[in-house]
């Protein structure tokens, strides 16, 4: 009688683990829908882990280990324990201090490192970051979340396995706080009734680029007194932001509400869902918006035109374009019939590209090759 083939027992690791950090929420996504027969998993934090995020750990039965950030040595000797006391065959490492950690904690070890890129440019900064990155990955599995990672990150002369598997987003059906609220509820969070209303969920940060949104805004609102804006988030720009509004003369049709548990549930309320950031390694609010059955007009830049097939998923506008941004918007006021379609496609290029299941089969594909040599999935993208 043959054995039941036993499940590849993987650390993970990042910076923080807390509810807000989208890639908590990859990992959180990675550890409901894997194989459990065939994906064991670790998560550990540098940082203490977030208290709230303790009880979704231990729902889904994966232990979480808080190792510390006082150094690299020690956070590595932390990570040892981890590895030795958990049985650990991989590290997968989600920052560059999480993977310098994670390189020290298996030197002289078989345990190999795979190190999970999240950002558009997360190495080449300074060039010492540059020269340690090039030489300790040179061997190493490299995972991005786009393409536009790879092509932003991939070291020359890389010798090691090299893959794109997009993020997963959970459907909004999964969770009753998740399903959109219905149009009817506008007014009890401070939008009017009717005309429309546009919105971007977004920390308010410089690459999340509010300005163009704001002027593009600016132009269409002058043709447009119905128009609103709604804008989800927050962060260390917020009060020059809205500086920046009060000198506008439609100041009173855009609305900050800050940041918020139910934001995709607040996109229910919006008729298009904008977003001019020119640098997203990903886009998880642009998909949950995709989700949510809004039609889409987003920046054609980096990551984004993956997610969106312009004309047929969305539409995409010149990046840091206000003038263009407003032009694709008001094409889908003028053409409702355009905008349901865009939105009934987007929907479900999403439920497909971006599905949990997806990751988690692609995920463990790559760990098999990674710690075996061998897998039996082929993954989605080249």
């Given at each position: 009688m043959m054995k039941p083939p036993v499940p590849i027992r993987a650390l993970l690791v990042d910076m923080v683990l807390k509810q807000s950090s989208g890639v908590t929420q990859v990992l959180l996504t990675l550890a409901r829908h894997r194989d459990h027969k065939g994906l064991s998993l670790v998560f550990a934090s540098l940082h203490p882990v977030q208290k709230a995020m303790v009880?979704?750990?231990?729902?889904?039965n994966v232990p979480v280990h808080s190792v510390g950030n006082r150094s690299i040595s020690s956070a590595a000797r932390g990570l040892q324990d981890v590895i030795r006391t958990g049985e650990v065959q991989v590290v997968i490492a989600n920052s560059f201090r999480a993977y310098l950690a994670a390189k020290l904690a298996t030197f002289q070890s078989r345990v190999p490192v795979i190190f999970w890129i999240h950002t558009i440019n997360q190495i080449e900064t300074t060039p010492l970051k540059t020269r340690l990155f090039r030489t300790l990955t040179r061997n190493d599995t490299l995972l991005y979340v786009s393409r536009a990672v790879r092509d932003g990150n991939q070291p020359p002369g890389h010798r090691g396995r090299s893959a794109v598997i997009y993020n997963a987003v959970e459907p909004p059906?999964?969770?009753a706080e998740w399903q959109p609220y219905d149009r009817k509820q506008r007014v009890g969070h401070g939008l009017p009734a009717g005309g429309t209303v546009l919105g971007y969920v977004a920390n308010m940060v410089d690459y999340k680029d509010h300005r163009t949104l704001f002027n593009?805004?600016?132009a269409l609102a002058s043709r447009r007194p119905d128009v609103h804006l709604m804008l989800v988030g927050d962060g260390p720009l917020m009060n020059d932001l809205k500086g920046y509004v009060a000198g506008l003369e439609i100041a009173d049709r855009i609305h900050f509400v800050g940041m918020r548990t139910d934001a995709r549930a607040l996109l229910?309320?919006?008729d298009i869902y904008v977003h001019p950031s020119p640098e997203e390694a990903f886009g998880m609010a642009v998909v949950e918006a995709m989700l949510a059955g809004c039609p889409i007009v987003a920046a054609r830049s980096c990551a984004l035109p993956e997610l969106i097939d312009d004309g047929t998923t969305g539409l995409l506008f010149e990046p840091q374009n206000p003038q263009d941004l407003a032009r694709q918007v008001e094409?889908?006021?003028d053409d409702p019939a355009l905008a349901t379609r865009l939105a009934d496609a987007a929907d479900a290029s999403a439920r497909q590209r971006f599905a949990p299941q997806r990751?988690?089969?692609e995920l463990s594909a790559l760990l098999s090759e990674t710690v075996h040599g061998t897998s039996q999935v082929r993954r989605s993208i080249p």
């Open positions: 009880p979704f750990m231990t729902e889904q059906e999964m969770k593009g805004f600016n229910g309320l919006i094409r889908l006021l990751l988690a089969t």
